[in-house]
């Protein structure tokens, strides 16, 4: 049958958990667009894996007051890192170089372009005394070409110091792109040096994991860590939830207010009510979809204290536990259309829809449509009576 309950894993948490994360570095710095689209030059270097360095850290357990230094690490930058901030110093240099060749080209084609309009207008202005001689048609072209090249030599006139201006900023621009990238590299080979971490609250020190030897072991002095990696939370000395996951295929038997018994790995002797609180959204993890769910102690212990291996085992909807089950491919489904079955009659087969409670990966638990001893069919019957 169907089950009544669902065994979730979990661990315990205090309500007032903080996770504490590696300090991380300043990250390369990324060009400005607009010099970068004038001069051509490629995106910022890929940045390079950075690590820190456990100096020191408070051991699990340790109750903690708020401001508190609980850790402190030293940065390292890696040689391929370093590597990464010269690479961006030598293309900024490229970049930079690039804009003063295109700025003075453009420069100098402004000035060309200004010449060329104040030539036209002093023909122009030379063909105007010859009016008196002309016929009507030619006189009006020599006021029209007249009207055309003054406006082009005062458009000119108007565009020069806004042109120049845009071509300072862009100039600026490229020259503070390099001095950014030769500070950060300054930086880098000068060393990270040290970083303090504080306890933002009071509370107990739960410790994070890292991998050795193929096993986890609590963090400790030497560990070499990535920047920005949970090494850390400070919690409150008395847990009152639990925190537990579901898999995607049982996420739909899950509903918040549902009741729960929490046993404790580290006493087996142990068993305390609890109230489900929250699902939250599907999320993958190693492959695996599933989503998390926490629950409310109703009562708890002196000895639950928080990070307890727990496991909960949630009670279901009563109609999915007392409701007829039966195998899942006996239902059937088409779009539109509610769920339906084939039952068999002393007539034939009958369609009958059914509403359905709970399912699994095998059986599906029946509210309505179906009675104890109701006979259905496993594939769709070639005749049956509607």
Known sequence: MVDSTLRLAGVTVSPNSVTLRAPEGTPIPVMAAEPAAAAGRSAAPPEAAETVVVQDVVPAGTEVAAGQIVARFERRISPVRIDAYRAAVTEREAALRTVKADLDAASRARKEQLASAEAALDKARADMRAIPVLSAVDAERTRIEFDEAQARYQQLQAEAPLRGA????DLRAAELDLEAAKLELKRAEEGGGTTVVTAPASGVVILGSVANSGERRPIRPGDQIPAGQPFLRVTGSRATRIEAVVNEADLS??????????RFDAYASLTLPATVETVGGISANAGVREAPVWLNLDSTDDRVVP??????????APAAASATVIPRGAVFREVPGKPFVFVRTADGWVRRTVEIARTNEIEAAISSGLKKGDVVALDRPFEMKR
């Open 307 to 316: 990070d307890l291996s727990v496991s909960c085992d949630v009670q279901l």
């Open 253 to 262: 038997r899950i509903q918040p207010g549902a009741k729960a018994a929490v």
């Open 166 to 169: 845009a071509e300072e900023a």
